[in-house]
């Protein structure tokens, strides 16, 4: 085992409930990162191959019905499908309604945008969390830090004498903790600025389609 595992080990040890709390929290942080950060590589890298199959098979369809059956087979990260289901869906609004209100076109625009922002809530899933983590855990490595110091100066000091080891021992064994905060904040920083540029592409791709969407079926006079 190299020295920064013996010394993570050895303050671990050495600690209190604070510092093993402190622990706690950057190994629940570091693991919680890991899981958004394979989860969302898989399901975005699923997404964008979704995305050019589904859209290539809707617009050499001969037809909406077509269309709709062919995203249901090419879809599976459900992208573009419910965007097409909210336009056709139009149909079914409640007249004598505020959704039936309106110029038609409008209708279109809001029911597109609506499920447009739902998918892309979807995808945005735990960017939030890569973005916490990342931002914070070097702070609570820090905690664990000054708290270490802190309870080896009032070692030192109940001790009543002072010699250069009593204070480097612990101390170096406490930096450790702020290593550990860097080790699990540069991936989740790395990774929420790799995931978000995934996303703004699939973001641009969708946000186009819905606008060509909107103009095939204003043009096939749904509006």
């Known amino acids: 085992m190299d020295n920064a595992g013996q010394g993570l080990l050895q303050t671990l040890a050495q600690a209190d409930a604070l510092g093993r709390t402190v622990a706690l929290l950057l190994l629940t942080m570091s693991v919680a990162s890991w899981v958004v950060i394979l989860w969302k590589g898989w399901l975005l890298r699923r997404a964008a191959r979704d995305l050019g199959l589904s859209t290539a ?8 019905d077509d269309a709709q059956r062919r995203l249901v087979t090419f879809d599976a ?15 079914n609004a409640l007249p004598h309604t505020l959704a039936a209100a309106g110029d038609r076109s409008q209708q279109l625009t809001r029911v597109l945008r609506d499920a447009l922002h739902r998918v892309l809530h979807r995808l945005q899933f735990g960017q939030v969390l890569l973005a916490t ?23 030192i000091g109940l001790d009543g004498g002072f010699r250069i080891e009593q ?18 904040a540069i991936p989740a920083v790395l990774a929420y600025n790799v995931l978000g540029r995934q996303i703004s592409r699939i973001e641009a791709d969708l946000e186009g389609f819905a606008r060509d969407l909107r103009e095939l079926l204003v043009h096939r006079g749904l509006e």
């Open 167 to 184: 204070v480097s021992g612990p101390v170096g064994e406490s930096l450790v903790m702020t290593a550990a905060g860097l080790v699990v």
């Open 77 to 91: 990260q459900q992208l573009v499908l419910p965007l097409l289901q909210a336009a056709l869906g139009l149909a």
């Open 133 to 155: 983590v990342g931002s914070t855990a070097p702070f609570v490595g820090l905690l664990g830090t000054v708290w270490g110091i802190y309870n080896a100066l009032a070692g």
């Open 57 to 64: 098979a809707f617009w050499q369809a001969a037809d909406l």
